[in-house]
């Protein structure tokens, strides 16, 4: 855990900062002086840091400053997304990707609309898919059906 001071309109506040684990971007849980708090990540894409649920917002980015220096930054890692918005039976599936190759296999972070990371898709010799649940990243509730769609939707190749 680290503490830093950070003004806020005329006022100096203290601020947690609780790094999570997490190979792929860097995250951290932020607690402010006032009670305010909220997760931040670095977006793979841009090299910009969102709040979770707001996006890219002055905060992030005036915090986003602060990070880098405390947090393993890597930002100069960005990586081109591609992004998928599907409908299937009436429910919309909407992420983001980049893959690349490791070893003999084709391996695809994905990623969720609002830019956090989700998980890791490998596709494996005779067509089978491995679903990797980074450690530090499996506390995230976002809808487990992704699990499912995306080497569906990959399979099929409709992205």
Known sequence: MHTIFFQISDRIESIQITEFPNPIQPMA??????????????????????????????LAEALGAQLRHILHDYSSLKKNFRWCRKSLN???FHFGFYTYVSGKDLAYEIFAANRRYMFTLIKKARGRWQICILPGTEAWTYDKRYLEIIPYLLEIGTI
């Open 29 to 58: 849980f932020i607690e402010f002086e006032n009670g305010y708090s909220n997760i931040f990540f670095l977006d793979l894409e841009t090299g910009k840091w969102v709040e979770q649920d707001l996006g890219f917002t002055h």
């Open 90 to 92: 009436h429910k919309v």
